[in-house]
């Protein structure tokens, strides 16, 4: 219901606060570093039940696509974390387009429980593993996804912008 910009409290960041309110966007400045703690503040700020995290590196989230995962997400029958952000399972996403979903309850136990540096910096690697396709613990926080409209399933492309070759891709 409400959008929240998360950012750094870097006077480096400071410009997209700037960018964020003049938008008429929520802004919320936390950790660099420690995006579990970021999130998890912004969100106790927001009031918010459920987490949609969309990452600064992807340059082209599909709003249609940001929705169906979220219709998808509430209508779970127990907390969870869903994704349709990149190639989960075979749903034959591209990796860029999508959005991240979780329950603020899964957050706040998760911020409790996982000290990790890489975990606290990487929020989903506190509930899953991209790369390895995994689940943190699926009995704790169960993990789903939805299959990618076929007009657009693309899971070799990878539409988000971490280095400089993605960012040439995408310019």
Not at 40 to 59: E, F, M
Not at 78 to 87: A, I, M, Q
Not at 146 to 167: G, H, K, Q, S, W
Request: hydrophobic share 35%; charged share 25%; with cysteine.
């Amino acid at each position: 219901d409400e959008i929240v910009l998360a950012i750094p409290d870097t006077p480096t960041d400071a410009v997209l606060g700037e960018v964020g309110r003049q938008y008429g966007v929520t802004v919320f400045a936390g950790s660099e570093n420690d995006l579990v703690e970021r999130y998890y503040q912004a969100v106790l700020a927001a009031g918010a039940d459920i987490v949609g995290r969309l990452p600064a590196d992807n340059a082209t989230p599909e709003p249609a696509e940001i929705d169906r995962i979220a219709d998808h997400h509430r209508g779970l029958s127990r907390p969870g974390f869903s994704s349709n952000l990149t190639l989960v399972g075979d749903n034959g996403y591209p990796d860029g387009i999508g959005a991240e979903m979780f329950d603020f309850s899964l957050l706040a136990e998760a911020r409790e429980k996982h000290t990790d540096p890489r975990q606290r910096e990487h929020v989903h690697l506190n509930f899953f593993d991209y790369s390895t396709q995994t689940p943190v613990d699926a009995a704790w926080c169960p993990i789903s996804t939805i299959p990618c409209p076929r007009e657009f399933a693309r899971p070799d492309l990878v539409l988000d912008v971490n280095t400089e070759a993605p960012y040439i891709f995408m310019r």
